[in-house]
Structures are given as C-alpha cells and as structure tokens.
C-alpha cells in the first residue's frame, strides 16, 4: 500500500510566534517605505499601502492573527487593536490585553509592526475597535469588575487611584 505520512503540528512557544507574526506583517505594504528615500519610490509604495488599506477595509479573508481562545486567523473586520501607552507599567497593559482576551476580544498583537496598525487603524476606528487603557477601563473593566480575580481588580483600581492622586 501507499503511505502518506501526516505533517508534525508544531506548537511555538511566545518568543517564536511573536517573530514569526513580525515576519508576516513585515511583508506587508508600508514596512518599505523608510528604505526607499527617494521622491519616485516613496509614492509608489504610499498608493500601494493606500490600495492595500482599501482592500483590507472590505476583506472578508482571515489575514490577522489574534490570540483569542488559543489563538486564531481573523478577518480585519473582526480585529481589536489595543493601543499600547509608553507611560503605564508594562503588566498593567499586559495584564489588560489577557483580560481583553478573556473576555472574546480579537486583539491583534502588531505592536511591533505599526505600519500594519496605520493600514488598519481608519476602519478599526469607524467600528470602535480600537482600545487604549482608559477605554478598557470604562468599557471593560467596570462592567466586569465583580468577574475579575481580586488580585487583578486591586491591581488596577490601585493604578488608576495612584494615577488620580498623583496626576
């Protein structure tokens, strides 16, 4: 008979599949567009973002990668982006991704990749999918607060009372 060996699944651990999510977007329009300085080439790539931008507004294709109940391919349309702030503690924004996660979100994890973020960021914004801490925090955290672990909750209520105080 004739055998056919079936393809080993290959689970990648966090650093893995974050380089590997880096590679992918970085073949996306845009990422070029600091190589090429000149006038002729900077326009060229800025129509094929623009055009790229158009599709993606109406593409029904799984082309982003969120982790989501384990991690899954969606579409644009269905995409969160949760806008990362320099100024907060790294785990208060961590520890707010994972319960936008837990609680069905698609984020898509493309802080590495902005030019993928300004691709999407127009049609993320005309359907409120886009997220910066403070929106989590009214629209996420307090409608959620009495199912959110009590180390989580004292966690982030005492980060935004320190934040009142101290701002």
């Known amino acids: 008979g004739h055998i056919t060996k079936q393809p080993k699944l290959v689970r990648l651990d966090v650093d893995s599949k974050n380089?590997?999510?880096?590679?992918?977007?970085?073949?996306w329009p845009g990422a070029y567009s600091k190589i090429f300085n000149t006038a002729g080439?900077?326009?060229v790539s800025e129509v094929f973002a623009n055009s790229v931008e158009s599709v993606?507004?109406?593409?029904?294709?799984s082309l982003l990668w969120s982790d989501v109940n384990r991690g899954k391919w969606?579409?644009?349309s269905e995409a969160y982006i949760y806008k990362y702030d320099s100024t907060l503690p790294?785990?208060?924004?961590?520890?707010t991704v994972q319960l936008l996660l837990a609680k069905g979100y698609n984020i898509i994890n493309i802080e590495h990749s902005q030019h993928v973020a300004r691709l999407l960021h127009a049609s993320l914004k005309d359907i409120n999918h886009l997220f910066n801490?403070?929106?989590?925090?009214e629209d996420v955290f307090i409608s959620n607060i009495l199912n959110i672990d009590s180390s989580t909750r004292n966690k982030h209520v005492l980060?935004?009372?320190?934040f009142f105080f101290e701002g």
Not at 56 to 61: H, R
Not at 133 to 137: T, W
């Open 159 to 162: 980060f935004v009372l320190k």
């Open 74 to 76: 969606i579409c644009p």
């Open 90 to 95: 790294r785990d208060i924004q961590n520890n």
């Open 41 to 43: 080439r900077s326009w």
């Open 133 to 137: 801490y403070k929106m989590f925090f």
């Open 19 to 27: 380089d590997w999510l880096k590679a992918y977007y970085s073949l």
């Open 56 to 61: 993606l507004q109406k593409s029904e294709e």
